[in-house]
């Protein structure tokens, strides 16, 4: 069994560009909060925020404060370096969680903090906040019983 703690990709290679669309998204972290794109209309959300609803094609978009609480659709465990810089960040593990308080929709991020032999499709998940050195600040999760 692989006892090793679940780690995360260097934070000096994170650089994030936003736009119109997703940057609520990312002042929300900043404050801690995670969120998601959500019609004004007719309550759908929407995962990555786009400029209209697919549901009913409404542009109004209200951004709730989600709980952080998901669930481990999918995930995957890196464990060999695509180049050097990696090496120190091994192992890490890139998933998708699903948000049952946001319709479902998932969200791509990294499982850290818990034993990889721990990870599996289905558990709880809540979010941890990491602060990047460009001043942003990224929603990780962890598991919520370990
Ligand atoms: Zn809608």
Redesign the pocket.
């Known amino acids: 069994m692989n006892e090793d703690i679940a780690k995360h990709p260097p934070d000096q290679l994170f650089q994030l560009v936003t736009d119109r669309w997703t940057s609520p998204f990312w002042d929300a972290t900043q404050q801690h909060r995670l969120t998601a794109a959500c ?1 004004a ?4 959300f929407r995962m990555p925020p786009t400029p209209f ?1 697919p ?4 542009q109004k978009i209200d951004w709730p404060t989600l709980s952080g609480v998901g669930e481990i659709y999918s995930y995957t465990i890196v464990s060999k370096a695509i180049f050097p810089e990696m090496e120190s960040s091994l192992p890490y593990v890139p998933c998708l969680i699903t948000l049952p308080d946001a319709d479902n929709i998932r969200l791509i991020s990294n499982i850290v903090d818990v034993p990889v032999n721990r990870i599996a499709i289905g558990l709880s998940v809540k979010v941890v906040w990491a602060n990047m050195p460009d001043g942003s600040v990224v929603p990780r999760f962890t598991l919520r019983n370990l």
């Open positions: 019609c209309d007719c309550k759908t609803c549901n009913c094609l409404s």
